[in-house]
């Protein structure tokens, strides 16, 4: 019948092995709350990595950043984080600078139109984790939290902020 949910055993025959099922399942969710997400930041003409660039320079700030210890702390890999940065320069979001005594080194601080626009953007980022993840309570969430960090412990870089 249209509708109905297979049975466990029915959509256990459907994958190779749980951890195919496991892998599907995130792939799959990812891409459930990644439209919301996408919804939300098209309406600042942000994709989610230039807002994530954008909360992790708020954090540092008054601080400047370098590209590459940016480029090492996004949610996702960012190969290239020169275009992100030039995006966000172009929109006054953020600064760099070259130090005089290293001119291989960009480094990266938001603006105070960058601060405005988080905080601009602020509330609807919350409503949106509401809708992602809101049905879930608080005890489901550390669990998944918790169940997340550990399928993802053996692939993280040792000095990954991430553990």
């Avoid at 949910?5 to 799959?28: G, I, T, V």
Wanted: one cysteine or more.
């Amino acid at each position: 019948m249209v509708g109905e949910k297979p049975d466990r055993k029915k959509r256990s025959q459907r994958f190779d092995s749980p951890q195919q099922e496991a892998y599907l399942n995130l792939w799959r969710t990812y891409d459930r709350l990644r439209l919301l997400e996408d919804e939300l930041f098209g309406r600042y003409d942000l994709t989610a990595q230039q807002y994530n660039a954008l909360r992790l320079l708020k954090a540092a700030h008054p601080k400047k950043v370098a590209t590459l210890g940016l480029a090492g702390r996004l949610v996702s890999r960012a190969p290239d984080i020169t275009r992100m940065v030039d995006k966000l320069v172009e929109r006054g979001l953020v600064d760099r600078e070259r130090p005089a005594d290293n001119r291989r080194v960009v480094n990266v601080g938001i603006t105070e139109p960058g601060l405005a626009l988080l905080d601009e953007i602020a509330p609807a980022v919350r409503e949106c984790h509401e809708r992602q993840l809101g049905h879930m309570d608080e005890s489901e969430m550390r669990t998944l939290v918790e169940l997340l960090r550990k399928a993802r412990g053996p692939h993280e870089a040792d000095d990954s902020s991430w553990h």
